[in-house]
């Protein structure tokens, strides 16, 4: 009890002086406290049932971080140190990648030159048990938990493997490593004869900076002659990270952003520190709706620099900087002490969360009531909502039947059988097709019964129909044809797979190759069916084309 409301006590103070656009009085602090330490003590003396102190407390906390973003969280010693191994890139383990499913927990894929990689791990194989201990029905955090510990540590597994026979438990003795999780999954020259150097960029750890210089580095070595950095789903992370990435493309002692939380004193400003590799390649930098925060730090101030041409669709909108506090007894606090402003001077944050409707909601920003602010050239850019790109990319929209597809596991399933029937046949990452017989077969692997079909045309016209009953148009006439529409909507599975085979291709090539060659070779695979990737070329090859968007209106 004693040890709980000690965490309380401080992470109260915390967020209550955080929210706050002044520091609260302490005597306010302590009779809130006072009152929070008598409302627990009588629950736990006189409530009817048992009450579980650590659920009851961890509750309070996060109801009441819950009040002032999404981004200051409290975090108990069994979490904090899966943040860690996030910060750092690190932890202890096997080196792979598991998923929930069905009830049970599965390996997902095996990163290169780790102890599930040269112990033979594949896709697909179910963990059944661990040191002898059942893993049937446990949870993906019960099974990673199990699964991580001290580099040098064994570990006993026990593996079901698909499409491997009717007896197919597999026995398996691995030592724990150090993991690393590299920033930088993939670089390479794009396919074709334009000498263009492609760089993943999938997260912000304390090595980022380093595994980008010397990705940039060989490819320039290559011969590249432009490059793009590929921020799309980058969640962020590190903001000295972001700084060490732009350091590689602008002069050393260029500012990348401001911090200021609150108070005039608390602002910092962070400049590049390293000498560049390159700042005159053309460059340009693909994002989505999810790169955020280290990552738009990143597009954000290569565009106010009008360094590099952003492509893509807008960003996420997180201008939010977090610091973590250690909490007794292991637990850490992640808070937001401060907002970032990129070299124009805008603030992307995209939801202000000081300002809620009497429901307690929030809502983006609109960009009529954003504000303009000026590139290093003379561009326009606005603030709030995110960084606009230069050059919007049209993405398709996937059909619900790629959708289910994809998260029926059909897909994944026939990527592994087809492995496992040819396990010897490494295929061309440039090259590798689906062909029509293997086409056929991955329709024949899918069970019309078992495959689930959002049924969005059907649920719409039942509710014409008890719409049209209600305002009194049913009749004979009207009745025929609804008759005749749900004929035309009826779904047929193998039709419907011949119709969006186009877009099922690319999900099938990227599984495939990925069980032969890892992430790297899914990433590089999935380039060739990429319309940011189209779209990149066409401004990266076209002539002038670079210079005309980084040019101001009207010069």
């Avoid at 380093?210 to 060989?218: G, I, M, N, P, T």
């Avoid at 493309?249 to 939380?261: A, C, D, I, Q, S």
């Avoid at 960009?367 to 000026?374: H, K, Y």
């Avoid at 099922?504 to 990925?514: Q, W």
Wanted: with cysteine; glycine share 8%; aromatic share 8%.
């Amino acid at each position: 009890m004693k040890k709980l409301l000690q965490v309380v006590t401080i992470v109260i103070a915390a967020t209550i002086c955080a929210a706050a656009g002044t520091r609260s009085k302490k005597n306010s602090i302590s009779r809130n406290l006072d009152i929070f330490s008598s409302v627990f003590k009588e629950m736990q003396t006189f409530y009817v049932d048992t009450i579980d102190a650590d659920k009851a407390v961890t509750t309070a906390i996060n109801a009441m971080l819950a009040e002032l973003d999404p981004y200051t969280v409290y975090m108990p010693k069994n979490e904090t140190e899966e943040f860690r191994s996030m910060s750092t890139g690190e932890f202890g383990g096997i080196g792979s990648y598991i998923m929930q499913r069905n009830g049970n927990v599965y390996i997902s894929g095996p990163h290169r030159d780790t102890p599930a990689f040269r112990a033979g791990l594949r896709h697909g194989d179910l963990i059944v048990a661990i040191d002898g201990d059942t893993m049937l029905g446990k949870t993906h955090t019960e099974v990673s938990a199990r699964l991580k510990g001290d580099p040098g540590t064994k570990l006993h597994v026990s593996l079901r493997r698909p499409y491997a026979g009717a007896d197919s438990v597999i026995e398996v003795d691995m030592v724990r490593e150090k993991i690393r999780i590299p920033s930088v999954p993939y670089f390479g020259m794009l396919q074709g004869d334009d000498k263009v150097g492609y760089i993943s960029l999938t997260s912000y750890s304390e090595t980022t900076g380093d595994e980008v210089r010397k990705a940039l580095s060989s490819l320039l070595d290559d011969g590249a002659r432009s490059i793009v950095l590929d921020l799309r789903g980058n969640p962020g992370g590190l903001v000295e990270s972001a700084v060490k990435v732009v350091g590689n493309f602008v002069p050393k002692g260029t500012e990348v952003l401001r911090t200021r939380g609150r108070g005039v004193l608390n602002e910092k400003v962070y400049k590049t520190t390293g000498t560049a590799l390159d700042t005159k390649v053309p460059l340009a930098i693909l994002i989505d709706g999810e790169s955020a925060s280290a990552a738009e730090i990143t597009a954000g101030a290569l565009q106010d620099l009008d360094r590099a041409v952003v492509v893509g669709d807008r960003s996420y909108g997180k201008g939010l900087v977090q610091i973590t506090r250690d909490i007794p007894y292991e637990g850490s606090l992640k808070v937001t002490m401060a907002r970032y402003y990129i070299p124009s001077g805008r603030l992307i944050q995209a939801i202000d969360y000081s300002h809620r409707d009497e429901d307690g909601r929030v809502t983006r920003i609109p960009d009529s009531l954003t504000n303009e602010f000026r590139t290093a050239g003379g561009r326009i850019v606005r603030d709030g909502g995110g960084i606009t790109p230069d050059v919007k990319v049209d993405y398709p929209e996937a059909s619900r039947l790629t959708y289910n597809i994809v998260s029926g596991f059909w897909a994944f399933d026939f990527a592994n059988r087809y492995y496992a029937e040819h396990p010897d046949e490494m295929p061309d990452v440039s090259t590798f097709t689906i062909t029509d017989s293997v086409y056929e077969d991955f329709k024949r692997s899918i069970d019309p019964e078992r495959f689930r079909y959002d049924r969005v045309c059907e649920m719409m016209l039942d509710r014409l129909r008890q719409a049209a009953k209600i305002e009194g148009y049913e009749g004979d006439s009207l009745n025929a044809q609804f008759a005749v529409l749900e004929k035309m909507l009826k779904h047929s599975l193998s039709a419907d797979l011949d119709t969006h085979r186009k877009a099922i291709e690319p999900l099938l090539v990227r599984e495939i190759v990925e069980r032969y060659c890892q992430e790297p070779g899914r990433i590089a695979s999935s380039l060739r069916f990429d319309p940011g990737i189209d779209s990149v070329r066409s401004v990266l090859a076209t002539p002038g084309r670079v210079e005309e968007i980084l040019k101001p209106a009207g010069k």
